[in-house]
C-alpha cells in the first residue's frame, strides 16, 4: 500500500466536503487551515489538492484526521437520524473480534464535545451522559490520562487507525465501522477478579481404546474466539487433571469415564476405557491430539467461561450467566454499563 498521505478532501465554495476524485474544476480551500488550494488530478499521483501557498501549519494528517472525524460524525449522524442501527465490529484487548451496534443506546452525537478534562473526536450521548467516545487516530493514540478518564466514567472507547488517506474508505463507504481497539469486551468480566474472560466448550469425541480397540470417548475442553464460535480445531489438548468442575460434569454425563489414578508419587485424573478399565493419561492425549484436531466431534458443550487470568474461581457459572457455583461478586459498574452502549 503507498503509504504517503495526501489531501484527498477540501472545502468548495458552499463549504461542503468535496472528495478529489469527484471534485471538478473550482475553487477550493483547506478544511484545516482555511487557504486556497489548487485540485490536481494527474497520471502519477491520484486526484488530491495542493496549497497554493506553503502553510507551514498545516499538513497532510492534520487535514486527513479533521476530514476523518467529521465525515464520520456525518455517518453516525445520518444513521441516528434515520433510526437505524450502525453495525460495528472492534478487537478487544482478549484477541477476540466482537460486533455490536454503536447506536444502541444513544440518542445524540457530537464532535469534540468537552467532558471536563477530556475532549474526544467523537462522543455518543444519551441525554447528557456519555456513553461511548470515537478516537480517529492518525498520529498519535490517546493519552493515558483520558484512557483512564474514561474507564472512571464508565465510558466506552473506540478508536479507528488510518495510516493513509486511502483508509477514508473504512468511514465513508464501509458496510459496517470496523475499528481497531475497543474497550469493551463482549464476553463482560470474570465475575471473581474483574478481568477477562471466555466462553468454554467442551468437545466430546469417539476414539478407540490403545488397548482392546473398542470404542471409549474422551472430552476436549477449549476456548472460544470471535464472539463466542467455537474454534475450528483444537488449540491445545488440556489433560484429565485439568478439567474443570463443570468439565467433568459434562464429560461424564456424555459417557466420558473419568478416574483418579494413584501411584507412588502422584494422584492425578485420567480417562478410562469402559470395557478393558486401562487408563489413558498424558501419553494418550499428546498422541491423538493431532486426529482429534482435525476430526468432527460428536456433541460440543457450552462450559461457562474461563477467566483469563486463571484466578481460582475460573468463571465457572452457568453459560445463561448465573451464578451456578456460590455466590460471587457482581460484575463492576462501569465495565457492565460501558458494554451495554455498544449492544
Known sequence: MNTEILYPIALDADGSFVHAVDAPRGSYTC?????????????????????KALSPNCTPKSALHSAAKVLLHQRISEFLVRGQTLPIKWRCRCGDDHSGNLLKKATEVRIEPSLGSVRPDIGLFEGDRCLAVVEVVVTHPPEDSSLSYYAQNEIAVLTIHLKTDLCLSKVTSAPEL???????????????????????FVDIHKTKCWKCDSEMRIAFPQWAQNDGERLGSLSCPEWPERYKLLDKLIARKRGV???RRKTRFSSFESCQCPKCGVWDGHHYVDSYHHDFAYSEPIEVVRAGWVCLADCDWNCLNYPDGSQGWGDRPSPPANQKRAADALG
Not at 40 to 51: D, E
Not at 178 to 200: E, M, N
Open 178 to 200: 470496523i475499528f481497531d481497539f475497543g474497550s469493551v469486551c463482549a464476553y463482560g468480566p470474570c465475575l471473581s477478579c474483574g478481568r477477562l474472560r471466555k466462553p468454554r
Open 31 to 51: 478544511l484545516e487551515c482555511h487557504n486556497s488550494m489548487n485540485l490536481r488530478k494527474g497520471r502519477v499521483k491520484r486526484p488530491h489538492y495542493a496549497h
Open 257 to 259: 469415564r473419568i478416574v
